[in-house]
Nanobody, 115 residues
C-alpha cells in the first residue's frame, strides 16, 4: 500500500500562482507514473498532467504553457506549479500514482481562482 498526501491548494486571484505538492509514502517502488487530476463541480475528473519515472511529461491542452509538473525523487514528492491561473482552473485537484496493477489517489485539495 502507498499513501499520497497533498498540500498547497487555496484561493487565488486570476493571474496568480499556486504550487501543489504530493508526497508519497509506503510501497512506492513500483509507482512510475505520477499525475495530477482535477474535478470541477458537475464535471468529470480530468487529467491535468503526468510525469513518468524517466521524466517524460504530458499536459492537458488547457494548461499547456501555464502549469509545470516536476518531481523530487529524494523526497518522494512531486509538484504542480500553476501560473496564470484562470477561474476555469477552479476545481478539486487530486494527485495520482500508478504502476503495475497499483493505482493510488490523494485526498484532494481545493483550488479556487477568483475573477
Amino acid at each position: 500500500q502507498a499513501q499520497l498526501v497533498e498540500s498547497g491548494g487555496g484561493l487565488v486571484q486570476a493571474g496568480g500562482s499556486l504550487r501543489l505538492s504530493c508526497t508519497a509514502s509506503g510501497s512506492i517502488f513500483s509507482l512510475n507514473v505520477m499525475g495530477w487530476y482535477r474535478q470541477a463541480p458537475g464535471k468529470q475528473r480530468e487529467l491535468v498532467a503526468f510525469i513518468t519515472s524517466t521524466g517524460v511529461t504530458n499536459y492537458a491542452d488547457s494548461v499547456k504553457g501555464r502549469f509545470t509538473i516536476s518531481r523530487d525523487n529524494a523526497k518522494n514528492t512531486y509538484y504542480l506549479q500553476m501560473n496564470s491561473l484562470k477561474p476555469d482552473d477552479t476545481a478539486v485537484y487530486f494527485c495520482n500514482a500508478a504502476g503495475g496493477r497499483n493505482n493510488y489517489w490523494g485526498q484532494g485539495t481545493q483550488v479556487t481562482v477568483s475573477s
